[in-house]
């Protein structure tokens, strides 16, 4: 059963939010009470290819490194549904950064110089790798969509270390701030309308 | 099993805009309700700011595979499997994580066929009420779920009583846009919401946090019906809420009375319900879903449709987007400083909602909705890549996000029109997609008619003058989204009108061919509107109940044993 009717089941059983049970007083942090964190799981990838993963990682998105960014991803593709449609991809994916990277420089990406991880990259942006099966430019999407992600996503799911990428953008996505509405009522500011 | 030979007053099939008022009208009317829907039972702690499982997920609606919908879009041949069209599944539906901007319809919704003489190619038709008679129902629906807004201000727009919340307080560059618009001969006004600017009926007022769309409120402040409406639904003692139960086919006796209802409950064990009445209320796709699922030897091709009409003339909303890129620190020069961060813009504008000046051959647009972008940073981020046709990643992205959040002010406009009905927008079942419980899934088809296009272009068109006027003039103003669809707002799969030959529903909503069935989600509209449709779904449903409970009030319908 996924996590979804899971949670269905466990509700409907236990009948929670009936009525009465609306809390009085609002939990600043909200998220304390978050769905359980995902299980681990085993990597669909092996050490060869989260090496490389993690390198372009790191090229898309500059700080994924520090930000616990591969290890998002790897946890991420572990599960239900990533790791039927998408980790099948990126594993190949990370074959043909290390072919490429072997073919122009004979090495493996993760060893290659920025400007050289670029220019592959970009290949797979602009589409131009070919190989069976594979779609080049769907996956830099995904790439791209997982590395944000795991950058400014809530670190529970074990990206954006340390809020690191809270603190970049100097924005923390989770704060409540009930001053607010007092420094709007108290300085009794008149409305446009 | 004792719940084998369960029996209720009514039955309402989903917990949402069209299913809660009504649920709430008869339990205080005095009828035994039991919901069943879908989802999941939230409550408020379940509603975080985490935005990879709030809304990048499967928090409101479940995967493709175990729940699929398909789709053909104009020509193509093949539908192909999509999450789009569900709005949301669980305990108050799609009212839960909607942004809640609330709009009226207006009285030349009512008469489109009359108003136009008819327009080629669109099987345009009268609602068989008006707006007079729908209005009395959006006061109540507003009282009811708490509405904040100011009357008086959109020269479009019937209303005679006041809002029961004044207005939010809007982000200060709202007064850029009103200039703007002013400027260009417009009438802005602020954009009435369903989140609470003051405490009301025992919920706190919004904390401005921004969070709306695509989140459930963890404050309770803003107004689905979950909030506010399901709460005191179960405090009457006579509403039961089944989560995780889906409504798997509607039983009629030898009369073409309805009998009850057969779901899947939470463990997927097959339970039946007994009802005198059953209100259908699964959203426009799902509900012509269910009646065709509901097929029987006496009725072939599904409930209700001796006419061949349940799933036709779907209708979805138009869309169209622009985007205003503004320089921060020029905003704060001219505005001052103060309130930068508050989170709504909360203008709109109604000048093309009928326009015979616009220039297309319809004068029915839509409405301008002005907002600032939501602060979901993966969602910005993704957005920049997307608009670079992902050319942008690597330290630009970055600097990208860094400019965003530290520089930039986005200003949006989102435009919602007339999305026309046509013979190539209708709802069936697939032939071969299935959902989880191995039930054919509802296949969507869409064709968009030209006309309803152009007009859209025109308003988007309009919307890139208003955000090109603003002073400090923005760095950059481009259109983001033209003549599309959005599938969240969907409406008219059984529509309602006095001709059994021409409509599913009656005036009052009740099937014409099945006694005490009712549909009260957006189905029963026979055209869209040229706003998103919630109130006058919240508003629909609490009519429609009433005539329900007047009929149990008559006696007419039977109370059961309790
Ligand atoms: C992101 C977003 C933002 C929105 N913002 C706005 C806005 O600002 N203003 C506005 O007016 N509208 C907005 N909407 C639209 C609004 O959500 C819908 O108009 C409204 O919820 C539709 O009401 P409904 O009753 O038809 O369906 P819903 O509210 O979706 O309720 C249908 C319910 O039925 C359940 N169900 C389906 N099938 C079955 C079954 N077989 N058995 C049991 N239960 C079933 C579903 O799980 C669901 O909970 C927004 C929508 C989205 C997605």
């Known amino acids: ?193 | 099993m004792a719940r084998e030979r369960e029996s209720v007053d009514v039955v309402v099939i989903g917990s949402g805009a069209g299913g809660a008022p009504a649920a709430l009208t008869l339990a205080e009317a005095g009828a035994r309700v039991l919901i069943l829907e879908k989802g999941p039972y939230y409550s408020l702690g379940d509603f975080t700011h985490d935005e990879v499982s709030i809304c990048r997920r499967d928090f409101w609606v479940p995967w493709e595979h175990l729940d699929p919908h398909t789709i053909r879009k104009g020509a193509e041949p093949e539908a192909r499997v999509t999450r789009e069209g569900w709005v949301s599944q669980c305990v108050g539906g799609g009212t839960v994580h909607m942004s809640g901007f609330f709009y009226r319809l207006h009285a030349e919704d009512f008469r489109l066929a009359t108003l136009t003489g008819g327009l080629d190619g669109a099987e345009l038709a009268d609602w068989p009420i008006d707006l007079a008679e729908l209005e009395p129902f959006y006061d109540l629906a507003e009282v009811r779920v708490g509405v904040s807004g100011q009357a008086g201000l959109n020269p479009f727009e019937v209303r005679k009583r006041p809002f029961p919340l004044p207005p939010l307080h809007p982000h200060p560059a709202a007064a850029l846009v009103d200039e703007a618009a002013r400027g260009l001969g417009l009438t802005p006004f602020p954009t009435a919401r369903a989140v609470l600017s003051r405490s009301y009926g025992g919920r706190p007022p919004c904390n401005y946090c921004g969070f709306c769309g695509e989140y459930g409120c963890e404050n309770g402040s803003k107004s689905s019906v979950l909030a506010s409406l399901l709460p005191p639904a179960e405090a009457s003692g006579r509403c039961e809420i089944r989560a995780g139960c889906m409504a798997s086919r509607i039983e009629v006796d030898g009369q073409d009375r309805v009998q009850g209802v057969v779901y899947l409950d939470a463990q997927g064990v097959e339970r039946r319900v007994q009802a005198r009445v059953v209100v259908l209320a699964a959203s426009a796709i799902e509900s012509a879903r269910l009646l065709l699922l509901s097929a029987d030897g006496r009725h072939p091709h599904g409930l209700a449709n001796g006419t061949g009409l349940v799933g036709k003339h779907l209708t979805l909303s138009t869309f169209g987007k622009g985007t205003a890129i503004l320089d921060r620190a020029q905003v704060a020069a001219r505005l001052g400083a103060d309130h930068m961060d508050l989170p709504f813009l909360q203008r709109s504008l109604q000048d093309d909602y009928w326009n015979p000046r616009l220039g297309a051959a319809l004068p029915k647009g839509g409405t301008h909705n002005f907002l600032l972008h939501h602060p979901n940073p993966i969602n910005a981020g993704v957005r920049m890549a997307m608009d670079a046709k992902w050319t942008l990643w690597g330290q630009p992205l970055k600097e990208a996000l860094r400019r965003y959040f530290h520089d930039e002010l986005w200003i949006e406009f989102e435009v919602f029109g007339e999305f026309l009905p046509v013979p190539g927008s209708f709802v069936d079942l697939d032939p071969r997609a299935k959902d989880r419980w191995g039930l054919p899934a509802a296949r969507i088809s869409v064709a968009h008619h030209p006309v309803a296009d152009d007009v859209n272009r025109l308003m988007v068109r309009r919307g890139l003058d208003v955000l090109e006027a603003m002073q400090p003039r923005p760095v950059k103003v481009y259109p983001w989204a033209w003549a599309n669809t959005t599938y969240h707002l969907q409406h008219g799969t059984c529509r309602f009108g006095d001709d059994p030959g021409r409509s599913v529903l009656d005036r009052d909503c009740q099937a014409h061919e099945v006694r005490n069935l009712y549909v009260t989600d957006a189905s029963f509209m026979p055209t869209s509107g040229g706003c998103p449709a919630t109130p006058t779904i919240l508003a629909n449903s609490f009519r429609v109940a009433s005539k329900i409970a007047e009929r149990f009030r008559r006696g007419e319908i039977a109370r059961g044993q309790v």
């Not at chain 1, 490429?100 to 050289?116: C, I, K, M, S, T």
């Open chain 1, 1 to 193: 059963m996924n996590r979804f009717s899971r949670r269905a089941w466990i509700c409907g059983l236990l009948g929670l939010g009936a009525a009465g049970l609306w809390p009085r007083r609002v939990r600043p942090q909200g998220h304390a009470r978050a769905p359980a964190p995902l299980a681990p799981g085993r990597s669909p990838f092996d050490a060869r290819q989260r090496r490389a993963l993690a390198a372009a990682c790191e090229r898309v998105l500059p700080g994924a490194g520090e930000a616990g960014v591969p290890g998002y991803l790897d946890r991420q593709l572990a599960r239900e549904p990533f790791s039927r449609f998408l980790a099948p991809t990126f594993g190949r994916a990370a074959e043909l950064l290390d072919s490429q990277a072997r073919e122009a420089h004979g090495q493996v990406f993760a060893e290659l110089p920025a400007e050289a991880q670029d220019a592959i990259l970009g290949r797979f942006q602009a589409g131009a790798v070919q190989a069976q099966g594979f779609q080049a430019r769907p996956f830099f999407e995904h790439l791209v969509r997982f590395c944000l992600e795991g950058f400014l996503g809530d670190p529970r799911h074990g990206g954006n270390r340390a809020e690191v990428g809270w603190r970049f953008i100097g924005h923390h996505p989770c704060w409540w701030s009930p001053r607010r509405i007092d420094s709007l009522t108290r300085r009794g500011r008149a409305l446009p309308y």
